[in-house]
């Protein structure tokens, strides 16, 4: 029995020997699968490299190394020397961005300085534009609200001995009968003055206009003895007359001088012609126009301003002008004007403090005096004549009753004093004549210079400074 239980233990014994085994290799058949999927990616790397190396046949994979080391190295020291650039640049910006700031605040201080110095010296201009304005009023002023000159034309030229020059404010005029007579002016422009000249002496009344002054400089004289060569004068730039040379005067004293102390000038310009006792707008194709007198002040009803910026407006309005004015030819001068022309000039001015001026420069070319029995004038002719003489003595009276300080002043009693009424007024004018002579013409000249020179001893008081409304 015993050895039937021996038997049996050995063999219970070896079965869990041999289920142990087996559980034991299942578990390793288990696994391989796995390691053959292991396997089969170590195949796949191995094909891989192999690929690799085929790239590099005699390069082995120390080679490569070395070579990428080598590259390594390469960008290294490249990018260390882009670093170095880098900061290079840095240091080199910090460097400029110091100086611009520097120069920024420099900059800045000089600005500051410039403007102080600006208004410092705008301050200085504007005390010294007040103490000439006073002066060259006070010059003005002292010459007489009303004053007279004479131009002589080409008197040596025609060789005319009825004339000569006593001094430069004297004239002597030797008549038919033998007997001469002595004629004082303020100042004598003989020939050969230059236009030049002729506005070089009147230049501060013009710059009493931009002082807010009204002012009226009138050519007076026989016909032919260069009224209008005065006042208009001719294309070339020496022979321009007074009204191209005063315009040019105004805007570049508005524009320079007087800009550069805070004023600030507006010009408009008008062209009046009359006519037989008519008044016409030459820049207006020549309009019929209507003057009314309304207490203190005249009104050209219609009348055409054209706004002047710069010089070459003015060519455009005496262009305008001249192809409208009504001239005929006479015994002593081919292109006579046979009516008065009136250039007005509106100022108005306003400086940064809020003063004002608004005033009218008047350049007035009159029609020139002829005695109709002397021309033996006829038809139209007479008829131009009878008005121009009219109008003239209108001018005349008006003159004289001021000067004899009547209480009625004609003006009504001629279309060019109710025109220029305002601007031959006293206590608001400053006029100037210039008388002209012509030495063919000695009776026609004689009556010029003894109505001229009765004119010097005038002075109707100081011109008032014309304020006006704000623009
Ligand atoms: N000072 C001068 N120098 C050169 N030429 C002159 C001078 N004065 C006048 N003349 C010339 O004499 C001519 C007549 O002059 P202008 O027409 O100016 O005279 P006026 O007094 O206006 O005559 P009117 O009253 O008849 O119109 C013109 O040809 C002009 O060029």
Same mark, same amino acid.
């Given at each position: 029995m015993d050895g039937v239980r021996i038997k049996n233990d050995f063999y219970n014994n070896h079965t869990n020997d041999?289920?142990?085994?087996?559980?034991?290799?299942e578990r390793k058949t288990?696994?391989?699968p796995k390691l053959e999927n292991q396997l089969h990616k170590a195949k796949n790397q191995n094909k891989v490299l192999r690929r690799e190396s085929a790239l590099f046949p005699s390069a082995s994979c120390a080679d490569v190394s070395r070579v990428e080391d080598q590259k390594v190295k390469t960008l290294r020291n490249e990018l260390a020397d882009l670093k170095l650039k880098l900061r290079q640049l840095e240091d080199?910006?910090? +460097? %400029? &961005?110091?100086e611009n700031d520097? $120069?920024?605040? !420099?900059?800045?201080? #000089?600005?500051?300085?410039?403007?102080?110095? /600006?208004?410092?010296?705008?301050?200085?201009?504007? +005390? %010294? &534009?007040?103490?000439?304005?006073? $002066?060259?009023? !006070?010059?003005?002023? #002292?010459?007489?609200?009303?004053?007279?000159? /004479?131009?002589?034309?080409?008197?040596?030229?025609?060789?005319?001995?009825?004339?000569?020059?006593?001094?430069q404010n004297e004239v002597q005029l030797q008549q038919t009968t033998g007997q001469s007579n002595t004629y004082s002016f303020e100042h004598v422009f003989f020939p050969p003055t230059a236009q030049s000249g002729v506005f070089g002496e009147i230049k501060e009344l013009i710059m009493c206009a931009l002082h807010g002054k009204n002012v009226c400089l009138i050519a007076?004289?026989?016909t032919g003895s260069g009224k209008t060569f005065t006042m208009r004068g001719e294309d070339s730039a020496d022979s321009e007359g007074v009204i191209p040379r005063a315009i040019r005067f105004m805007l570049e004293q508005s524009k320079r001088d007087l800009a550069m102390i805070g004023w600030n000038y507006k010009f408009q310009a008008s062209f009046i012609e009359v006519y037989n006792e008519e008044v016409y707008d030459l820049l207006d194709g020549k309009q019929k126009l209507e003057v009314k007198i309304n207490g203190s002040k005249t009104n050209v009803v219609g009348l055409k301003k054209i706004e002047i910026g710069n010089i070459s407006d003015v060519d455009v309005i005496l262009n305008l002008a001249d192809s409208q004015r009504s001239v005929a030819s006479t015994a002593s001068n081919e292109h006579s004007s046979r009516s008065h022309a009136i250039f007005q000039i509106f100022v108005d001015g306003q400086n940064a403090s809020g003063e004002m001026v608004q005033c009218c420069l008047n350049l007035v070319d009159l029609a020139g005096s002829e005695r109709a029995k002397e021309t033996q004038a006829r038809g139209k002719q007479f008829t131009?004549?009878?008005?121009?003489?009219?109008?003239?003595?209108?001018?005349k009276k008006c003159i004289r009753a001021q000067m004899t300080k009547m209480s009625h002043v004609p003006y009504r009693d001629s279309k060019l004093t109710m025109v220029l009424r305002e601007y031959l007024g006293a206590g608001s004018s400053k006029t100037m004549f210039i008388a002209h002579a012509n030495p063919r013409d000695v009776a026609e000249t004689k009556r010029t210079l003894e109505f001229t020179s009765e004119l010097r001893s005038t002075n109707l008081g100081k011109a008032v400074v014309q304020t006006g409304q704000k623009l």
């Open positions: 041999l289920k142990h085994q087996i559980a034991q290799l288990a696994t391989i080199d910006n910090k +460097e %400029k &961005d110091m520097r $120069l920024i605040q !420099e900059n800045r201080t #000089l600005k500051r300085e410039k403007l102080k110095l /600006i208004n410092c010296f705008k301050t200085q201009m504007a +005390e %010294k &534009d007040a103490i000439i304005r006073e $002066l060259n009023d !006070e010059v003005v002023d #002292l010459r007489g609200q009303i004053r007279v000159a /004479i131009r002589v034309r080409d008197f040596e030229r025609d060789g005319s001995s009825n004339f000569s020059i006593i001094s007076y004289g026989p131009e004549l009878t008005n121009i003489n009219q109008s003239l003595s209108t001018l």
